[in-house]
């Protein structure tokens, strides 16, 4: 089955500075690739996600890059704000079977 | 649209104790995917239906099971409660339209059981 790993585990930025998280996977077969927010206590909220025919996705600050030969991916944030706050949740998977990765916790300091 | 729901939202159980969860789709939703989440563990994926049938499973043991009604709600049980099934149970939907291309699963707030 698939196996997706995820680094860091946190990750602390200075506000206005630009994040990456980054994730591996190892079936090729996957074709969807999404990430998730959450927050304590909050259920997860999607973010952004990729298709495999995809290579790049952006939406106004948060990107997402696909690498199928080298079977990675990774979030960009850019200008983060304390609100970005939160877990963040790489996924892989194929239809609606997902594996997550195991979470980065980012914490955006004032 | 209103949102996935799930009920209840917190539950306190006593080992080998049985459990449902029940989950309620957005409108218009025809796939229920369940998730255990644990500090541990992470996010694992439990099982998917469609259409009242299972279409994906995970690496759980058959204590845990779970159905799909014709209105696309879902529930699942726990029996023989153990301590580690103390965790978020998150159930997400999406459309479910074709069975081979990637929906976007929306999550609902989750159940979260205490097995003591």
């Known amino acids: 089955g698939e196996n997706v790993e995820q680094h860091p585990s946190t990750l602390s930025v200075q506000e206005g500075d630009s994040a990456v998280i980054k994730c591996t996977y190892s079936?090729?077969?996957?074709?969807?690739f999404p990430w998730y927010k959450q927050e304590l206590g909050k259920r997860p909220q999607l973010i952004i996600d990729i298709r495999s025919n995809v290579g790049e996705k952006k939406d106004q600050r948060i990107a997402v890059t696909l690498n199928k030969t080298a079977k990675h991916f990774s979030l960009h944030i850019t200008e983060t704000q304390p609100e970005d706050s939160a877990v963040y949740f790489c996924a892989g998977g194929s239809a609606r079977q997902l594996t997550f990765g195991s979470g980065t916790q980012l914490t955006v300091l004032p | 649209k209103a949102g996935v729901t799930q009920t209840p939202r917190y539950l306190i159980k006593t080992r080998g104790q049985q459990v449902t969860l029940s989950c309620s789709p957005i409108?218009?939703?025809?796939?229920v995917s369940w998730y255990q989440q644990t500090p541990g563990q992470g996010l694992q994926f439990l099982f998917e239906y469609f259409s009242e049938t299972q279409r994906n499973k995970g690496n759980f043991p058959g204590r845990f099971s779970g159905r799909q009604f014709s209105n696309s709600r879902s529930e699942m049980n726990v029996s023989t409660l153990e301590l580690g099934d103390s965790a978020l149970y998150l159930c997400?939907?999406?459309?479910?339209?074709?069975?081979?291309?990637?929906?976007?699963?929306?999550f609902g707030p989750g159940t979260r059981l205490t097995v003591l």
């Open positions: 997400a939907s999406s459309l479910g339209v074709q069975w081979t291309l990637p929906d976007t699963q929306y």
């Open positions: 079936d090729s077969a996957s074709n969807y």
């Open positions: 409108s218009g939703h025809r796939s």
